[in-house]
């Protein structure tokens, strides 16, 4: 079975879980969170096609290898803060953010490096930021949620450094 | 500080329906990089190259559609069955550690990708949860939960790497719940009791 497919199992599973949870509730439950489901999608499918869509042009003409380029062999913290502004910087979705980081792992770059590459990439990737957090959740916690994550792939990295790779 | 009022008194209110954003600036920010990038497409590669990336990614589009769909569903029965005087006392800003390792586990429980995450989060603050823990769900999804990483990272960067990553990431969804709560309390130190 293939784990997009088990994905769509667990996702569409749950749905129907807490759909029948509303339900027992009554059916002017079930119904009302049906329309305001359908609302919320209908509100925000304009904004993801624009990001899905658009997003390939934005991935095509950030070339990769400056990013990879970025990451380097191991260079201390200055290599570490340069991951994070890559990490942010990437585009597209986790083939690219993954894919660059085991480029970098193989071309000699520190793990610690791309540890804060990949946590850097987990939490402010830019495309996922604007085209999925902003568009469903409201920007005073974006913005906010964003601020308070800087430390942390800084945090990642330093314990990496710490406890070292196995 | 003022108590929260009485569970009688919030459930007489109307719920709080999630507020439907207006296109905003960074919509116009998105439409003017996408115009940008496909008119450098364009000039690189022709017409040709901008239909590929069309292609693909209008596929790509249809393919996400019904998952965005259920992670809508997903949020708006979540907010509709979670009882919200329970949930801002298990998530709310006086929930403690407790609250955001609720909102931990949650977050790397949850299955499916952004297009269930977001909703979810959305709905959580809807009914009572503060910044903090959802900041430790959102956070604790994209560094710990394991949707992303056993469809992605482990076949591309190898167990041993995944592994180590995410035993380096178990804390920090904690950790940054913690400061998203000690700096939300002092930037807005009136909506604290919301």
Redesign the interface.
């Known amino acids: 079975m293939s ?2 497919l088990l ?2 199992i ?6 129907v879980g ?2 029948l ?2 339900w027992q ?1 009554g059916n002017a ?1 079930l119904v ?3 329309r ?6 209908i ?3 304009p ?12 991935a ?2 950030i070339p990769q290898e400056v990013i990879t380029g970025w990451l380097g062999p191991d260079s201390g913290w200055l290599g570490v803060l340069t991951a994070v502004i890559a990490g942010a910087a990437t585009p597209g979705g ?2 690219v953010g ?2 660059i ?2 480029v970098a ?1 193989k071309a000699g770059g520190g793990a610690p490096q ?2 804060a590459y ?2 850097a990439w ?2 402010f990737a830019f495309q ?1 930021v ?10 005073k ?1 974006v913005w ?2 964003c ?3 800087v ?2 792939p800084f ?2 990295a330093a ?2 450094m710490v ?1 070292g ?2 | 500080m003022k108590e929260p009022p009485a569970d009688d008194a919030a459930e007489a209110e109307p719920r709080p329906g999630r507020v439907r954003k207006p296109i905003g600036w960074s919509m116009i920010f998105i439409l003017v990089l996408v115009v940008v990038s496909a008119v450098l497409v364009w000039r690189r590669d022709g017409i040709d190259g901008v239909l590929e990336i069309l292609t693909h990614d209008v596929s790509l589009f249809g393919g996400i559609m019904p998952r965005v769909l259920a992670g809508c569903l997903l949020g708006a029965f979540i907010t509709e069955i979670l009882p919200h005087e329970k949930v801002s006392r298990s998530l709310g800003p006086k929930s403690g550690l407790k609250g955001l390792l609720i909102g931990t586990a949650f977050g790397a429980i949850l299955p499916g990708g952004p297009f269930t995450a977001y909703p979810v989060a959305a709905a959580l603050l809807t009914v009572g949860a503060d910044f903090g823990a959802t900041i430790a769900m959102v956070v604790s999804w994209t560094l710990i939960g394991y949707g992303r990483a056993v469809a992605w990272e482990l076949p591309i960067l190898g167990t041993d790497f995944t592994l180590w990553r995410i035993v380096i990431s178990l804390p920090l969804p904690v950790l940054a719940g913690a400061l998203g709560r000690f700096v939300y309390a002092r930037v807005y130190p009136r909506s604290t009791d919301e």
């Open positions: 784990a997009a994905i769509d667990l996702l569409w599973g749950s749905v807490v759909g949870i509303a509730r439950v009302s969170s049906l305001e489901g359908s609302l919320e999608f509100n925000i499918v904004r993801i096609a624009l990001g899905v869509i658009g997003s390939g042009y934005i095509a003409v986790p083939v993954f894919s980081g085991a792992l791309v540890i990949v946590v987990a939490l996922r604007i085209l999925w957090e902003i568009p469903f959740m409201p920007a916690f906010f949620r601020a308070v994550s430390p942390f945090l990642a314990i990496a406890i790779k196995p």
